[in-house]
């Protein structure tokens, strides 16, 4: 339970750091970035695990390069669930999913 705790505090540390540095990327304040991150790690428990098997061959096809796509996906999800959570473009949306995937990788 600790442990997910601080990765819980990791990725929004994160996600803090991406917004500092990605344009287009906004969050009101720490107390958001909690938020967002808990938000989108219930979304990717959720919902990760079942569009990876419905969209399996496109995955497959393209060397597992489409779970970008789907993380960008939830990422979307999550800022429209939340008010307090602006990103301006598919673009940012899209790099914004890569970086935080990079930054949780490395904290796990």
Do not use: Q
Request: hydrophobic share 60%; charged share 5%; proline share 1%.
């Amino acid at each position: 339970m600790l442990a997910l705790g601080i990765y819980w505090l990791l990725s929004a540390l994160s996600g803090t750091a991406i917004s500092k540095y990605l344009s287009g990327f906004r969050v009101n304040g720490f107390g958001t970035v909690l938020i967002v991150a808990g938000v989108d790690g219930i979304l990717h428990a959720v919902l990760s695990t079942i569009l990876k098997i419905i969209l399996f061959l496109p995955m497959w096809l393209i060397f597992g390069l489409f779970v970008s796509v789907i993380n960008a996906c939830l990422l979307y999800i999550t800022e429209e669930l939340l008010d307090s959570f602006n990103i301006d473009a598919w673009l940012t949306t899209f790099i914004g999913a890569a970086l935080l995937t990079i930054l949780n990788g490395i904290w796990a």
